[in-house]
């Protein structure tokens, strides 16, 4: 019956009924029964334990009693904060910059310098599945739980270390950030306004990902190859793997062409503002008039811009046909071969951009949807999060967070029909599944676990 | 104290003894008039690379530029106002930069995000959300 | 067909400097303080990936995208490891195998076989695929498409919403022929929903929908505005994510369902994902993220700012690493250490964040910068163990010394394009590690391979086909 509907309906209703977010947690996980471990600070690795999460495994994540990690205590502008930062600490909170690589996992605080803690975390490496990890290479090993002396335990556990510059070779020593490795790896050098006389109305320098992209992508790179090691080792080898991930290599992964085109005809990428090298027409065109004009806030009181796409001569010559001002170049630059070059780009850019000056981008979008030419508005946080679609999608979703109330969460990057990921909360408070992890993992009972706590163990 | 004559990006005022940032993202190659933000002065310097190669030299109005930040040597007098340094990056209109209790998120159901005392908390959980008052 | 000899296609000798050996590595080490890194040389060194197996080649995958980099890059992920991709292009090519910056085709790269030329992002990732063409146009090139599919553990499309549906080899008819199949769409917004894709929306459709463009960039008092990506990173994000939801199909596919399924990815729903705190922000206090340059608006210094030859990042969130930062720039200019460490509002770490305390910082940091190369403040931030690093250009990263031992640019010496330089996977594992085999193919380099090896034709019946335009 179900299945002869799905065969009537169109593809949209199909789409909204095969993707439906509000059946999610109707429908199997994919990992179910599986276990991770997140031995993680930051973004990098506990992003990536963070998408096992997603998929259904049972994810732990192990920090340092107390306090736990570093990006706890990280917020923008040290404002907003979700309290408590754990039981003995009601007055503190945990800083935004914990949103987003946390979801769904159960949070054991375990001193692992200490003796006992070494042996907690070698009682759950046995029944792990996969474990991601991002301290300094080495550091685990010689405290004694690393892949090494996990592997004797359990030999079929997947340890997926990440980091900054990877544990060999002569930037071994070497501590990484984000931002560093989008600088070392090269993705700040072609992004970013250009420089003085590059016929670009706009300057500037090499600029970075204003996201944390080398961590929480880097995360995403590392968790494929801990999927596919899951699937290799379920299917064909029966073994565990050690993955090593460098997000400073990540980042030279990530910048397309640039290598080869350096190494075989020594060109050397530089950065082109909102444009785009490629394709033309495809650009930020910067609009004169704000949208929010009495608006506070003075970002919104900014005039606008908007993504006008029509790349192929027949979209351009539809887009000379909406913009007046382009009458002027239109058969000049007909063609795309000479429509993409630099000096071209700029005279079609700056006629469009003096077309929009008495326009806000709301207006330009109208024009471009009723013509049916590809185009976007550039989108604030506020903008994007007012959007059905996303929500629709779940793509963005207000959890109500059984530790923190109402808070609005990123959602789903990708949606699967039979075993969608999901979210059940965004975080929680450092330690606050100390009983539950040691009872089910370790075995422990309440005097130990009690007589830990006291021990400043957990 | 440290002295700052010699500096490019920290420009000492010569009339009142200010310290004006001139941030390295707005004048690193600059060629124009900066207007102290302690007294007004207008100083025409140039900077290339980030290095002073002309000025300070006294000028007339109008300026160029104001700078990122000012400040009195002795750290008692901080200049953030926005008709003498540049404005602030904000996130919200009322933006404070520290600390802030929100107890209501912005459709208005309750969340926690302020301090909480130990007898708010049950187990590890704010004693709002347990009892469920949030819904 | 041209004559061209790999001999004779240019390349610049690279490396310029030659790569440095283990000893001149892990000189000065104790041999306890050598075994670890020795134990991941042994375990994880590309020079030996061919000797070990790949986790992926059983699988076969259809990757029929094109216009865009989205679906390339996801398959690229699985060709890495092994896997089978063939990429289902229309006669004549992908367009955009002919895309290279500014339509500069004397940048492009040709094989020495057919001659054709190919853009450097394209060669980047048509690694390890196969290429057959097919034209899906017609009725007949579903049809071979249909067939095609049969044997496949996955396709990767990224068409117009709803287009392989009405052309009838959309999931729900290609799911009944194999039901094992794991459909993946790739694309900017979405294939359903109100902001639903218009045909052929590329990135940075992505990157402007949800909110990345907006928040990126210098702010207005700086001269800044919202800046994109200079990559098409909404592309090789979304690509990532559908890549992982594949990935978790197939091991729910293969250890309990038996079934395939349909799976969507998106590059703006890929960013939102990883936007950092921007929902949670809005959602509490109703904030928009504002742009800050090179700046943080979470930690101070963590920072990239300009020195003498360029920029350079330094970062250090708490106070062991401050002060480390400012005992370095105190060596060379003590009055700007003396400056920072006196200011009392600079004492505690969380007063060191708002707006105007930064500026103060990176100025002063900055009057430091000006008089150091890259080079040279790096070293003296390293020597205090504080991370640090000056932002490098495609020619510096090239031959950055610790990428050249470490195999992340590797010279491949292919078969059909010569020798390129090219970033290899970065996934590095110890007993079935991802691997480059080939760059990459010409179009329909394979037609004739493929159809007589998946449909059992004859040299005749693909001339035909061929005549007909259906491949």
């Given at each position: 019956m179900a299945q002869k509907d799905l065969k009537a309906m169109s593809f949209e209703e199909y789409c909204r009924t095969v993707f439906d977010a509000k059946k999610i947690f109707e429908k199997p996980e994919a990992f179910k029964g599986y276990t991770a471990i997140s031995t993680t600070q930051y973004i990098l690795g506990p992003s990536c334990a963070n998408y096992f999460a997603e998929l259904g495994m049972e994810t732990i994540k192990i920090e340092l009693p107390r306090r736990g990690e570093p990006m706890r205590h990280t917020t923008p502008y040290n404002e907003p904060f979700l309290y408590p930062l754990s039981k003995q600490m009601p007055d503190k909170g945990t800083g935004l910059g914990f949103f987003g690589a946390n979801h769904n996992e159960y949070f054991l605080a375990v001193d692992f310098h200490k003796p006992e803690g070494v042996e907690i975390v070698h009682r759950i490496q046995a029944k792990t599945d996969i474990q991601a990890e991002n301290y300094r290479p080495g550091t685990f090993d010689r405290w004694g739980i690393g892949y090494r002396q996990a592997a004797k335990i359990n030999p079929r556990l997947i340890y997926i270390w990440m980091g900054g510059f990877g544990g060999w070779g002569p930037g071994r020593v070497r501590a990484s950030y984000d931002i560093l490795g989008q600088a070392q790896g090269g993705t700040f050098s072609i992004t970013g306004m250009p420089g003085p006389g590059q016929g670009h109305p706009a300057v500037g320098l090499p600029s970075k990902h204003t996201i944390w992209l080398a961590d929480y992508w880097g995360g995403m790179m590392g968790c494929f190859a801990g999927l596919a090691a899951l699937w290799w080792r379920d299917n064909i080898s029966g073994t565990g793997e050690f993955i090593e991930y460098s997000q400073v290599h990540g980042a030279t992964r990530i910048i397309e062409g640039t290598i080869p085109l350096f190494a075989r005809y020594g060109v050397v990428a530089q950065r082109w503002g909102n444009w785009d090298r490629q394709l033309c027409v495809h650009g930020i065109v910067q609009c004169g008039k704000p949208s929010y004009p009495g608006s506070k806030i003075p970002l919104e009181a900014e005039p606008g811009q908007i993504l006008i796409s029509a790349p192929e001569d027949g979209d351009f010559a539809k887009l000379c046909q909406v913009i007046p001002n382009l009458k002027a170049v239109a058969s000049k630059y007909a063609k795309y071969d000479d429509r993409v070059q630099p000096k071209a780009q700029s005279e079609i850019y700056t006629a469009m951009e003096e077309w929009a000056k008495d326009k806000t981008k709301e207006e330009v979008w109208q024009i471009m949807e009723k013509n049916e030419i590809n185009s976007q508005p550039v989108w604030s946080n506020k903008e994007c999060s007012q959007q059905e679609h996303f929500h629709l999608r779940d793509e963005m979703h207000w959890l109500d967070d059984p530790y923190f109330g109402d808070v609005l969460s990123q959602g789903l990057a990708y949606h699967l029909s039979d075993t969608p990921a999901r979210h059940r909360w965004v975080f929680k408070p450092v330690g606050a599944d100390n009983e539950y992890i040691l009872q089910k993992y370790c075995g422990y009972g309440l005097d130990q676990i009690r007589e830990l706590e006291k021990n400043d163990i957990i | 104290m440290a002295d700052f004559k010699h500096c490019s990006l920290l420009l000492e005022c010569g009339k009142c003894e200010i310290v004006n940032y001139l941030d390295p993202f707005t004048f690193w190659f600059f060629d124009g008039k900066v207007k102290c933000a302690g007294c007004g002065a207008i100083w025409r310097v140039k900077i290339d690379n980030g290095a002073r190669v002309s000025g300070p030299t006294e000028d007339k109005a109008p300026h160029d530029k104001l700078p990122g930040f000012a400040q009195s040597k002795d750290y008692k007098t901080k200049i953030t106002d926005t008709t003498k340094v540049n404005p602030p990056v904000m996130?919200?209109?009322?933006?404070?930069g520290k600390p802030i209790p929100i107890y209501k998120s912005i459709r208005g159901k309750p969340v926690s995000g302020g301090p909480l005392k130990a007898e708010d908390l049950v187990g590890s959980r704010p004693r709002f959300i347990m009892e469920g008052r949030h819904k | 067909m041209a004559e061209i000899k790999s001999s004779d296609i240019p390349v610049l000798p690279w490396p310029a400097v030659p790569l440095m050996t283990p000893d001149e590595v892990y000189k000065g080490l104790s041999e306890a303080a050598r075994e670890y890194p020795n134990w991941l040389e042994a375990n994880v060194h590309w020079r030996d990936v061919g000797k070990k197996p790949e986790k992926l080649s059983r699988l076969r995958i259809l990757d029929v995208t094109m216009k865009s980099m989205g679906g390339h890059w996801c398959t690229s992920l699985f060709a890495e490891h092994g896997a089978e991709v063939i990429?289902?292009?229309?006669p004549g090519g992908d367009p955009t195998r002919r895309l290279t910056p500014f339509n500069r085709k004397e940048w492009m790269f040709k094989d020495n076989v057919t001659g054709e030329a190919m853009g450097a992002n394209f060669l980047h990732e048509c690694r390890n695929k196969f290429s057959m063409t097919l034209n899906l146009e017609t009725a007949e090139g579903r049809e071979l498409l249909k067939k095609l599919v049969v044997d496949a553990d996955i396709l990767v499309e990224n068409y117009p919403p709803g287009q392989f549906d009405a052309w009838g080899i959309g999931y729900r008819q290609l799911s009944e022929i194999n039901p094992r199949l794991v459909y993946g769409w790739i694309g900017q917004r979405g294939q359903w929903g109100p902001l639903k894709d218009r045909p052929w929306m590329y990135d940075p459709t992505g990157q402007n929908a949800c909110g990345f463009t907006h928040g990126t960039g210098a702010p207005a008092a700086f001269g800044g505005r919202p800046t994109r990506s200079g990559m098409w990173v909404c592309d090789y994000v979304g690509g990532t994510c559908l890549a992982n939801g594949i990935m978790a199909a197939l091991n729910y596919r293969d250890r309990v369902s038996g079934r395939g399924q349909f799976v969507e990815a998106t590059g703006a729903a890929g960013i939102m994902r990883i936007i950092d705190y921007n929902w949670g922000w809005q959602g509490m206090d109703g904030s928009i993220r504002p742009r800050f340059g090179n700046w943080d608006l979470a930690i101070n210094i963590y920072a990239v700012n300009p020195c003498k030859d360029g920029q350079i990042m330094v970062g250090g969130g708490h106070d062991r690493l401050w002060y480390r930062i400012w005992k370095t720039v105190g060596k060379d200019r003590p009055e700007l250490e003396q400056h920072i460490v006196e200011d009392p509002a600079l004492k505690v770490v969380v007063d060191r964040l708002p707006f105007y305390a930064q500026v103060e910082t990176y100025t002063t940091l900055s009057e430091w910068f000006k008089d150091n190369s890259r080079l040279e403040a790096e070293t003296k931030l390293q020597a205090e163990e504080v991370a640090s690093g000056g932002v490098t250009f495609a020619d510096e990263v090239a031959e950055f010394p610790h990428f050249k031992y470490r195999g992340h640019v590797l010279q491949v010496d292919d078969l059909m394009y010569g020798k390129v330089v090219v970033s290899p996977p970065s996934q590095l594992a110890q007993k079935a590690p991802p691997r480059i085999k080939w760059l990459g193919r010409p179009t329909g380099f394979d037609n004739e391979e493929i159809y007589r090896k998946y449909f059992g034709f004859k040299k005749d019946e693909i001339d035909a086909l061929k005549k007909k335009g259906t491949i």
């Open positions: - | 996130a919200r209109a009322d933006f404070v | 990429m289902v292009e229309p």
